[in-house]
């Protein structure tokens, strides 16, 4: 079941006023826009071979850029409310944000934010966190923070999350890390 999250007097407005910008945000002209550019850049990725990776991962990094930056005010308002945020339950409330805006700009960092804020308030259904950990732990490795992606992915596997090819993903995580025997 998931946890009652009870909000925090002057957190509530605030968290109220962000998922109306969240759900706002995703039906803008120019959110949708600049998401259907990196749609394509990403689709244009894909079928890249040889030197052409290079400058369509650079158009895929521009795409979400623009992106980004056509949300500027979300995540404003999202810094806003994680100095706001005083309570676990207001914690929570503000990592589910995170992840929530973080998709919606495809914003990896963002999204690893929120994970860690929600993971670290105490308030994650013990049946979902092994799921949010292996998702942090693929986030923290593509940003090649290996070290938290070890222990994410540790806590993912450990309570037996087997999904996605998590343990593969952890011995990739040692193995990138120069640490070959442990992840073999």
């Known amino acids: 079941a998931a946890p009652k999250i009870s909000l925090s007097k002057t957190f509530q407005p605030l968290a109220m006023a962000m998922n109306k910008s969240v759900e ?64 676990p339950d ?30 670290g308030s105490g308030k994650v259904a013990p049946a979902d966190a092994p799921r949010l950990q292996y998702y942090l732990g693929q986030f923290a490795f593509d940003q090649a923070d290996y070290a938290a992606a070890r222990t994410a992915l540790q806590a993912a596997v450990g309570a037996g999350f087997r999904e996605n090819d998590a343990d593969a993903l952890l ?14």
């Open 24 to 87: 706002t945000a995703k039906t803008r002209a120019d959110v949708v826009a600049a998401a259907g550019g990196v749609n394509t850049a990403q689709t244009a990725l894909q079928a890249a071979r040889g030197e052409a990776r290079k400058q369509a991962t650079a158009n895929v990094n521009a795409a979400v850029a623009a992106l980004g930056n056509t949300l500027t005010a979300e995540k404003t308002q999202l810094d806003g409310l994680f100095a706001a945020a005083t309570s």
């Open 90 to 119: 207001d914690r929570y409330m503000a990592g589910n944000m995170a992840v929530s805006l973080g998709g919606l700009a495809k914003d990896t960092r963002m999204q690893r934010r929120g994970l860690e804020a929600m993971l």
């Open 171 to 184: 011995a990739e995580a040692y193995i990138s890390d120069n640490q070959a025997a442990q992840g073999l």
